[in-house]
């Protein structure tokens, strides 16, 4: 079984791979560094700024058509 490619689309095949990989691996170190908040650090949060809503407030709705 032959499979048969031009060098340009294994190229941009490679390509979207490897940014699909990095653009996780940057994901998940952004993550890993948000600093945890303790019990009593959210207390504090929520005296200052009180307790957020439990209803969303939608800031944008948008319709796409496919």
């Keep these: 079984m032959d499979i048969t490619i031009d060098k340009n689309e294994l190229y941009s095949l490679i390509k979207k791979a490897f940014r699909?990989?990095?653009?996780?691996?940057?994901?998940?170190?952004?993550?890993?560094?948000?600093?945890?908040?303790?019990?009593?650090?959210?207390?504090?949060?929520?005296t200052l700024y009180g307790k957020p809503p439990t209803e969303k407030e939608i800031a944008c709705s948008e319709t796409i058509e496919l």
Aim: hydrophobic fraction near 35%.
């Design 20 to 46: 699909e990989v990095l653009h996780e691996e940057t994901l998940e170190f952004f993550l890993k560094s948000i600093p945890y908040a303790s019990k009593g650090e959210m207390e504090d949060i929520e």
